[in-house]
């Protein structure tokens, strides 16, 4: 067993769907289970699930009807909202009144009994083809179930019931009873619309639960859960946190980003990971192939298992194996990747290159032309609505700049001037970015041998085993360390995921070429933090080591200097002052330099003027994306890393109201590790208020700093410097905190008004702790006494997403309120607001690409718009949200080879491709072909199929699509319009077929 649970307990931790109703399906074989939802919605997708991990049927309690079946049934599982303990009903006479009981010998006429069930709403049908329905056979009268998937036979002597049999719906003998109860189910109300609503009224519900197990799941911010899973008999709570006890599951995400580190796990944990799966061939494929034992595979009917981890256990699912086998195999332009990360969700602003800046609200159906189509419903400035069919969903890209941007009119040209504008800028960048890596191009560097004796036995002195992204960015930066051409490489990666360590690797690779290196930091507390680092690391490996900071002493100062000069200092770690002037290297090799966005501009002068022909590599905290190489493949290098280390603990993150108690207690608990708390409150105005009230709940013992953004900066960082020695015992700050401080000692943080923040924001201040292998947590407090629904939304999302390492959405936000410039070393203006970061992307890499290639790129974007029915049944996806993942995943897709491996995937994950999938394929594969000739669109007008090309286009390349036609069917019109006679084909499947056919 997993874990074992203890009723009159609440649980945290307990991970996800498909990890809860596994727990609830080892632990509750037998039995009477009811699950209380907060919604219907949330407790019919969690049926799906349960149902699956159990095998079980689960019931529904959503009518009164269900309910007075319910408390006659015997064990089962059953799921109801928690309106059930709200609804006053006088349940013993409700029950009585709707209850049918027939008793084995009893004396009641065939007739009567065929009454009373047409008096409770059943119906009669000759072959019990629908639940509530009864007939009559000789001596045997014959009633299907309304809420189990039985039969009941009673079988009459004349007037005396003389046996009652329960058969499955199949016809399967099961048992013999007694006597039975059925509820009448006329009663159409749902426990929602029962007006009555009076928790304290309606003490008999627990009565008739009796030993019922009674499970409640994530009702966090229901007011009156605590006073009834006390009143229960038997009750669970699963918390999506609490404030009150608990215990900690330990159910953790389980993230496997590609085949290797699927490969690694399974090859490390073999028989403890446990594979669900509808891609059963290909993953056994891939186990047979590596030669891998795992501990079982399981394959799967439904969508919407997430994988998870307990311990040393693991179990994946398809949110993994989809993404690894399916839909992430094939190679798009960094461009493409960067977009397809931004999840496209409902009421999200998103960019369509052609109309502008709208909301998405929902994929809508149409049937056009007797065929079933599905469209992203998109809407504008003025109520305007735009129709994306989900073909053409590559057109859309997730809206990421200003909170509340101004929506866009169809029916102006606004639209138009904005990418006009925005081309301007973007060429502007572009030169300016290729006339920088030109003139990098052509300085001479310096070329560092490899060691790789000694190189191997520094990596090998690592305490702990590095992630895999350390070791693909450590090759990287090594290899270009290696080129004559000088470096220029950004490292990217969240705090504490082991940047330093991959940047000690290049010192030590100049150190073993006798080359000096800076590692310059623009806050005396990260050069300090950085110099620790690097004194443990280098003890056994000779590099002599320096400091320099406005602390340094100018005796300290003048040696240091001296030891740059004479090559007595081999590496020195400095904050600015390293950029005055007079300041002279014996041998430099390499700078690298933490957050350069944050130097001043006179600084960042000097610092390119130290940069000449040495190698150059900048660490970011701003956690860009792997797939972030911006449109720069050539241009500026980036190496990313993603996956914290192994010893790095997840958050726990507990929502509660303002509580005294609460705050009392854990600065107690965390004061009495000789830990250290931060205290976020993000209104200046009010800061020394909240400093008096906690003053007031903890005692004048407990030292208070106060930090905001409107000190002086040398004032704040002094603060800072004093917190982290240990001066202080709270942290009372706004959210100016850096990003890029280690509080290692802090190990638990309070966010006040919490609601009040973003997503973005509430996940990077949870960041600030959690740096040890210390168990870390997280308060997100509010005050509001009822929280909107969007404020428990973005509350609860972050306590169930506790994913280490910033998302990708914050990363994005980041780089747009900072400006993309500031990471690629570049001037820029604000234009990526008008058109959102993601598209102001793609429009940068194009025109890199054709200001490097003389011409303008290929693009995908030929519309074909034939009765061709590509309609995926929505059971095929996990959600709304995969589905759209889906399209635009297959829809990126750039070449025929990869369009035809991803193809051949799917046929190897799925004995058979459903049509519409292959009709999928045809159009895609159709779209690549024909944007090759400038195909920019084909439609069946009247009795003709008509091929548009770009005006652009010349006329060898349409002469050359002429060749196509072997059989005498092309008619020329213009020299940019082809037409083909429909009656020459036997559709407009045959017709794309044909024509595709002859080009490949």
Request: charged share 25%.
């Given at each position: 067993m997993l874990f074992e649970l203890s009723s009159h307990t609440t649980y945290t931790a307990s991970g996800n769907s498909f990890s809860r109703a596994f727990l609830l399906g080892e632990n509750f074989k037998d039995g009477k289970n009811l699950l209380v939802f907060d919604t219907r919605k949330e407790a019919e997708a969690f049926s799906k699930i349960l149902s699956f991990t159990t095998k079980e049927h689960i019931s529904p309690l959503f009518e009164l009807s269900h309910i007075v079946d319910f408390f006659s049934r015997g064990n089962g599982w059953f799921v109801t909202t928690k309106e059930l303990f709200e609804i006053s009903i006088n349940w013993k006479y409700h029950t009585e009144k709707n209850t049918l009981i027939f008793e084995r010998n009893g004396e009641v006429s065939p007739e009567k009994c065929i009454t009373a069930l047409i008096d409770s709403g059943y119906v009669h049908s000759a072959f019990l083809s629908k639940p509530g329905s009864y007939k009559k056979d000789g001596d045997t009268l014959s009633i299907r179930l309304s809420f189990e998937e039985k039969v009941v036979a009673l079988s009459f002597f004349d007037t005396v019931i003389d046996e009652i049999l329960v058969f499955d719906t199949h016809g399967q003998f099961l048992t013999k009873k007694d006597h039975i109860q059925l509820s009448s189910i006329l009663d159409k109300r749902t426990v929602e619309e029962v007006e009555t609503?009076?928790?304290?009224?309606?003490?008999?519900?627990?009565?008739?639960?009796?030993?019922?197990?009674?499970?409640?799941?994530?009702?966090?911010?229901?007011?009156?859960?605590?006073?009834?899973?006390?009143?229960?008999?038997?009750?669970?709570?699963?918390?999506?946190?609490?404030?009150?006890?608990?215990?900690?599951?330990?159910?953790?995400?389980?993230?496997?980003?590609?085949?290797?580190?699927?490969?690694?796990?399974?090859?490390?944990?073999?028989?403890?990971?446990?594979?669900?799966?509808?891609?059963?061939?290909?993953?056994?494929?891939?186990?047979?192939?590596?030669?891998?034992?795992?501990?079982?595979?399981?394959?799967?009917?439904?969508?919407?298992?997430?994988?998870?981890?307990?311990?040393?256990?693991?179990?994946?699912?398809?949110?993994?194996?989809?993404?690894?086998?399916?839909?992430?195999?094939?190679?798009?332009?960094?461009?493409?990747?960067?977009?397809?990360?931004?999840?496209?969700?409902?009421?999200?602003?998103?960019?369509?290159?052609?109309?502008?800046?709208?909301?998405?609200?929902?994929?809508?159906?149409?049937?056009?032309?007797?065929?079933?189509?599905?469209?992203?419903?998109?809407?504008?400035?003025?109520?305007?609505?735009?129709?994306?069919?989900?073909?053409?969903?590559?057109?859309?890209?997730?809206?990421?700049?200003?909170?509340?941007?101004?929506?866009?009119?169809?029916?102006?040209?606004?639209?138009?001037k904005t990418l006009e504008k925005t081309n301007v800028d973007v060429e502007k960048i572009a030169r300016e970015l290729l006339e920088t890596y030109a003139k990098r191009r052509i300085s001479e560097g310096f070329s560092f041998t490899r060691y790789p004796e000694q190189e191997d036995t520094f990596r090998k002195d690592f305490p702990y085993e590095h992630t895999i992204d350390q070791q693909t960015a450590i090759a990287e930066i090594l290899a270009d360390m290696e080129s004559s051409n000088p470096m220029d490489r950004l490292l990217s990666g969240d705090v504490g995921f082991g940047k330093t360590e991959v940047a000690m690797n290049a010192i030590y690779r100049a150190f073993l070429n006798e080359k000096q290196s800076i590692l310059i930091?623009?806050?005396?507390?990260?050069?300090?933090?950085?110099?620790?680092?690097?004194?443990?690391?280098?003890?056994?490996?000779?590099?002599?080591?320096?400091?320099?900071?406005?602390?340094?002493?100018?005796?300290?100062?003048?040696?240091?200097?001296?030891?740059?000069?004479?090559?007595?200092?081999?590496?020195?770690?400095?904050?600015?002052?390293?950029?005055?002037?007079?300041?002279?290297?014996?041998?430099?090799?390499?700078?690298?330099?933490?957050?350069?966005?944050?130097?001043?501009?006179?600084?960042?002068?000097?610092?390119?003027?130290?940069?000449?022909?040495?190698?150059?590599?900048?660490?970011?905290?701003?956690?860009?994306?792997?797939?972030?190489?911006?449109?720069?493949?050539?241009?500026?290098?980036?190496?990313?890393?993603?996956?914290?280390?192994?010893?790095?603990?997840?958050?726990?993150?507990?929502?509660?109201?303002?509580?005294?108690?609460?705050?009392?207690?854990?600065?107690?608990?965390?004061?009495?590790?000789?830990?250290?708390?931060?205290?976020?409150?993000?209104?200046?105005?009010?800061?020394?208020?909240?400093?008096?009230?906690?003053?007031?709940?903890?005692?004048?013992?407990?030292?208070?700093?106060?930090?905001?953004?409107?000190?002086?900066?040398?004032?704040?960082?002094?603060?800072?410097?004093?917190?982290?020695?240990?001066?202080?015992?709270?942290?009372?700050?706004?959210?100016?905190?850096?990003?890029?401080?280690?509080?290692?000692?802090?190990?638990?943080?309070?966010?006040?008004?919490?609601?009040?923040?973003?997503?973005?924001?509430?996940?990077?201040?949870?960041?600030?702790?959690?740096?040890?292998?210390?168990?870390?947590?997280?308060?997100?407090?509010?005050?509001?006494?009822?929280?909107?629904?969007?404020?428990?939304?973005?509350?609860?999302?972050?306590?169930?997403?506790?994913?280490?390492?910033a998302g990708f959405e914050i990363a994005l936000r980041d780089l747009e309120i900072r400006g993309a410039g500031d990471v690629l070393g570049i001037k820029q203006s604000g234009k990526t607001h008008d058109t959102g970061l993601s598209l102001y992307f793609t429009l940068l890499e194009e025109k890199i690409e054709e200001l490097k290639n003389g011409k303008k790129p290929e693009k995908n974007d030929c519309k074909i718009e034939l009765d061709i029915s590509y309609f995926i049944d929505n059971d095929f996806f996990d959600s709304e949200l995969d589905k759209i993942r889906f399209f635009r995943n297959i829809e990126a897709i750039e070449t025929l080879e990869d369009l035809e491996y991803t193809h051949t995937t799917f046929e190897e994950a799925n004995e058979k491709l459903l049509e519409a999938f292959e009709n999928l394929f045809l159009l895609l594969r159709a779209r690549i072909i024909f944007r090759k000739f400038g195909v920019v669109s084909l439609k069946k007008i009247g009795s003709s199929y008509v091929f548009e090309f770009d005006v652009s286009v010349e006329v060898p390349m349409v002469r050359k699509f002429l060749e196509l036609d072997t059989t005498g069917d092309f008619v020329l019109v213009t020299v940019h319009k082809i037409k083909v006679d429909v009656k020459r084909f036997r559709g407009d499947k045959d017709f794309l077929e044909t024509i595709v056919s002859r080009s490949t």
């Open positions: 609503r009076e928790i304290s009224k309606n003490s008999e519900i627990y009565f008739f639960l009796g030993n019922t197990q009674v499970i409640f799941m994530n009702l966090d911010f229901w007011e009156s859960l605590t006073e009834v899973a006390k009143t229960c008999q038997k009750s669970i709570v699963f918390a999506g946190s609490t404030t009150k006890k608990f215990i900690d599951i330990g159910i953790r995400e389980l993230k496997v980003p590609s085949l290797q580190e699927l490969e690694i796990l399974v090859k490390s944990s073999g028989n403890n990971v446990h594979f669900y799966t509808k891609h059963i061939k290909v993953l056994r494929n891939f186990l047979e192939y590596n030669n891998l034992t795992s501990g079982s595979v399981e394959e799967t009917n439904i969508t919407g298992l997430e994988s998870f981890a307990i311990g040393d256990t693991f179990f994946v699912a398809d949110d993994i194996l989809g993404d690894i086998f399916i839909r992430n195999r094939t190679k798009k332009s960094i461009v493409k990747n960067l977009d397809l990360l931004l999840e496209i969700r409902p009421q999200d602003y998103v960019v369509h290159r052609d109309h502008g800046v709208g909301v998405f609200r929902e994929i809508v159906e149409k049937d056009v032309g007797g065929n079933k189509r599905e469209y992203m419903l998109i809407e504008y400035r003025s109520d305007d609505k735009l129709f994306v069919p989900l073909t053409e969903i590559h057109r859309v890209s997730k809206y990421i700049g200003n909170e509340e941007p101004v929506l866009t009119r169809l029916s102006s040209n606004e639209w138009k930091s623009p806050l005396v507390v990260l050069a300090y933090e950085h110099m620790e680092s690097l004194q443990k690391r280098f003890a056994n490996f000779g590099v002599r080591l320096a400091v320099l900071t406005r602390f340094s002493t100018q005796k300290e100062a003048t040696k240091i200097l001296q030891g740059l000069a004479n090559g007595t200092v081999d590496c020195v770690v400095a904050t600015h002052r390293i950029l005055s002037e007079g300041v002279v290297f014996k041998n430099l090799g390499l700078l690298i330099i933490d957050e350069e966005h944050k130097f001043g501009v006179l600084d960042k002068e000097k610092i390119n003027a130290l940069k000449s022909n040495i190698d150059i590599l900048s660490l970011s905290a701003t956690p860009i994306p792997r797939s972030l190489n911006l449109a720069l493949s050539g241009v500026k290098k980036i190496s990313v890393l993603t996956t914290p280390p192994p010893q790095k603990k997840a958050v726990t993150t507990i929502v509660s109201k303002w509580n005294e108690s609460v705050i009392k207690e854990a600065v107690e608990k965390e004061l009495a590790r000789d830990g250290q708390v931060i205290f976020i409150h993000n209104r200046v105005a009010s800061i020394e208020s909240i400093r008096k009230q906690l003053i007031g709940i903890l005692g004048k013992h407990v030292r208070i700093a106060i930090a905001h953004g409107k000190l002086d900066g040398m004032q704040l960082e002094d603060i800072i410097i004093d917190f982290k020695n240990s001066k202080y015992d709270i942290l009372l700050s706004t959210t100016v905190i850096e990003n890029g401080v280690n509080f290692l000692n802090a190990n638990t943080i309070f966010i006040d008004d919490a609601e009040r923040f973003g997503l973005a924001q509430l996940h990077q201040l949870r960041g600030r702790v959690g740096r040890k292998d210390r168990e870390s947590t997280c308060y997100l407090l509010y005050h509001s006494e009822n929280l909107d629904s969007d404020g428990k939304k973005r509350l609860l999302t972050i306590v169930n997403n506790s994913e280490l390492g």
